[in-house]
C-alpha cells in the first residue's frame, strides 16, 4: 500500500496535520507554563514590594535603605520587576518613594514639601488583595484600572497617624500585556513557520506530481509527431504514476512496431502492384522495340543508299534509332530490377576490384568529360560478402550520378576505400559536382523521385534497395557547389 501515491499522500497530509497540531500544543503550553510563572513572579514582586513598603512604615526608615538591607532580588534594578514602590497617606501626599525625586523635601523655612501623588504619571491600580471596589475611597491621583491594564497595585495600611497607601510599581516590560503581546508575536511566528513547512512539502509533493504528467506530455506531443522512439522516464517510480509511465512507454513501443508493420505491408503491396505492372509494360513495349530493333538493322543491310551523302545520313539515322531504343530497353530493365523481389548470390568479394571493375566502364567518358578519376584504398580493407553484379550495379548508378552532377565540365570522382571502428567496410562515392540542395537530400532515395529534368528517378533508389539487400547502410552528404558524399557500409565476411 505504500507505494500507492494516494496512500502516500493522505500519510503526509495527517503528518503535516499532526506537526501543526502539535506545534500549536507546544506553542498553546509554553504559554500557559510562561503565564503561570509570570503570574507567581508578579505576586512575588507585589508582595515583596508591600512588605517593603509595610516594614519601611513600621520602623520608619526610608526605602531605599529597607530594600538594601531586605537584599530581594525580585526588588533589585537590574531584575526590571519592580520599578518603583511608594508611601501615600490619605491626602494624596508620598510619604516615601524609591525615586529620588519623589520623596520629601525640606523647605527653607524647616518646612516639609510633598509631592502629591496626582502630580505624577501613575498607571492604573489594582488592589493587592481582594478588597470590595465601592467601599474603597483612594486619594486623588490614584485610578482604579482592569487587570489586564494594571500596572501598580496598592495595599492599604491602618497605622496611628492615618490609612496609608504603600504602592507597587511594576516594570513595564513585565506587564501582562506586554507578556500577552510578546506571545502573541510569538505565536504568529511558529505558525508562520509550520506554514512555511508545510507550503514546501506540499510543493515538493505537488512538484513531484506533476513532473511525471510533465513528461507525459511531452511524450505524447513527441509520439503524435512520429517519434516512437522516445522513452518517457520512469525515475524508478512504484506508483500510480510509474505504472502509467510504463504503460505509456509500452503503448510507444507496440505503436512503433505497428507503424513498421503498416509501412512493410505497404512497401510489400505496393512492390506487388509495381512488379505487376512493370511486366505487362515489358512485355507490351518490349516486342515492338524488337521488331523495331530487328527492322533497322534489316534496313541498315539491305536497303542502304548507294550515294555515299545519303549513305551516311540514313547510318546516321538508323544509328540514333538504335541508340533510341536500347535507350528505351535500359530504362525497362531499370523499372524490373526495382520492382522484383531481389535475388543474390553472396560471394566473398575484394571490394577494390569490384570498385576498379565499376570504375572501367566509364575511362573513356572520363576522358572526354575531363573527369579525373581515382580509386584509394585507406588501410585494410575487410572483404565482403554480397552478390557481384547488384553491387556492380549499386557502384554504376553512383557513378554515373556523379558524371551527371559535373555537367561534362570536369571535376574529380573517386572512391575510396576503409574500414569502419566496428569492422564494417565503408565505400564513399566522391564528386565534386553542383552538390545537392538540402531540401532534397531527404528525398533522394524516394522511387521515381529526381532532380533532373530526364531522370527517372529509379538509379539512387536501385542503389538503395541493392545495399539494403545486402544488410548495408547508405548516407549522402552533400554542400552546393562542393560536391557530393555517399557513403555505403556492408557487413565484413564472417
Known amino acids: 500500500m505504500l507505494n500507492s501515491f494516494r496512500v502516500r499522500l493522505l500519510l503526509l497530509l495527517a503528518a503535516l496535520l499532526m506537526l501543526t497540531l502539535s506545534v500549536q500544543y507546544y506553542v498553546n503550553l509554553r504559554s500557559v507554563r510562561s503565564n503561570t510563572r509570570f503570574i ?20 520608619g526608615l526610608y526605602l531605599d535603605q529597607m530594600r538594601d538591607q531586605a537584599k530581594q532580588p525580585l526588588l533589585a534594578e537590574q531584575a526590571g520587576r519592580v520599578e518603583n514602590v511608594l508611601i501615600v497617606d490619605d491626602q494624596g501626599n508620598i510619604k516615601d518613594s524609591l525615586v529620588k525625586n519623589q520623596i520629601p523635601q ?46 501598580a497595585f496598592y495595599f492599604p495600611v491602618e497605622t496611628t497617624s492615618g490609612r496609608r497607601y504603600v504602592i507597587v510599581v511594576l516594570g513595564s516590560a513585565n506587564s501582562l500585556m506586554t507578556i500577552l503581546r510578546r506571545q502573541a508575536r510569538q505565536s504568529l511566528l511558529y505558525t508562520l513557520a509550520v506554514l512555511l513547512v508545510t507550503t514546501c512539502l506540499t510543493g515538493i509533493v505537488v512538484w513531484r506530481f506533476t513532473r511525471p504528467i510533465r513528461f507525459l506530455s511531452i511524450g505524447a506531443r513527441r509520439v503524435a509527431g512520429g517519434d516512437f522512439a522516445f522513452r518517457v522516464p520512469t525515475g524508478g517510480r512504484h506508483d ?73 545520313k540514313f547510318d546516321s539515322l538508323t544509328k540514333q534509332l538504335k541508340l533510341e531504343v536500347a ?63 547488384s553491387l556492380r550495379s549499386a557502384l554504376t548508378n553512383l557513378i554515373i550520378n556523379g558524371f551527371q552532377a559535373m555537367d561534362g565540365s570536369g571535376g574529380k570522382l573517386s572512391i575510396v576505400l576503409s574500414s569502419e571502428d566496428d569492422g564494417r567496410a565503408r565505400i564513399d562515392v566522391i564528386d565534386s559536382g553542383r552538390g545537392i540542395a538540402p531540401e532534397d537530400i531527404s528525398k533522394l532515395f524516394e522511387p521515381y523521385y529526381s532532380t533532373k529534368e530526364t531522370g527517372t528517378g529509379l538509379g539512387l533508389a536501385i542503389v538503395k534497395k541493392a545495399v539494403d539487400d545486402h544488410d548495408g547502410t547508405i548516407a549522402v552528404k552533400s554542400k552546393l557547389g562542393e560536391g557530393t558524399t555517399f557513403t555505403i557500409t556492408l557487413p565484413a565476411e564472417p
Not at 492604573?124 to 491621583?141: D, M
Request: hydrophobic fraction near 40%; charged fraction near 25%; glycine fraction near 4%.
Open 240 to 312: 500510480e504514476m510509474g505504472e502509467l509511465t510504463e504503460l505509456f512507454n509500452d503503448m510507444t513501443v507496440k505503436l512503433g512496431r505497428t507503424r513498421e508493420l503498416e509501412a512493410q505491408l505497404y512497401n510489400a503491396e505496393k512492390a506487388v502492384v509495381v512488379s505487376r505492372l512493370a511486366s505487362a509494360i515489358a512485355h507490351e513495349i518490349r516486342n515492338p522495340l524488337n521488331y523495331i530493333n530487328l527492322t533497322l538493322d534489316h534496313l541498315r543491310a539491305s536497303f542502304a543508299p548507294s550515294d555515299p551523302e545519303k549513305q551516311e
Open 40 to 59: 507567581i513572579e508578579q505576586q512575588q514582586a507585589i508582595m515583596a514590594g508591600v512588605t517593603l513598603g509595610v516594614n519601611s512604615i513600621s520602623s
Open 106 to 151: 525640606q523647605n527653607p523655612d524647616k518646612s516639609i514639601r510633598y509631592v502629591k501623588i496626582k502630580d505624577i504619571s501613575l498607571p492604573p491600580l489594582k488592589s493587592a488583595v481582594e478588597l470590595p471596589e465601592e467601599n474603597t475611597t483612594l486619594p486623588e491621583g490614584m485610578t482604579i484600572g482592569r487587570q489586564s491594564t494594571a500596572g
Open 327 to 389: 535507350r528505351i530497353n535500359s530504362r525497362i530493365t531499370e523499372f524490373l530490377n526495382y520492382s522484383r523481389p531481389a535475388k543474390l548470390d553472396p560471394q566473398p568479394l575484394d571490394l577494390f576490384a569490384a570498385a576498379s571493375d565499376a570504375m572501367r566502364i566509364f575511362e573513356v567518358q572520363a576522358a572526354e568529360s575531363n573527369v579525373e578519376t581515382r580509386i584509394d584504398k585507406q588501410g585494410e580493407v575487410p572483404r565482403v560478402m554480397a552478390d557481384p553484379e
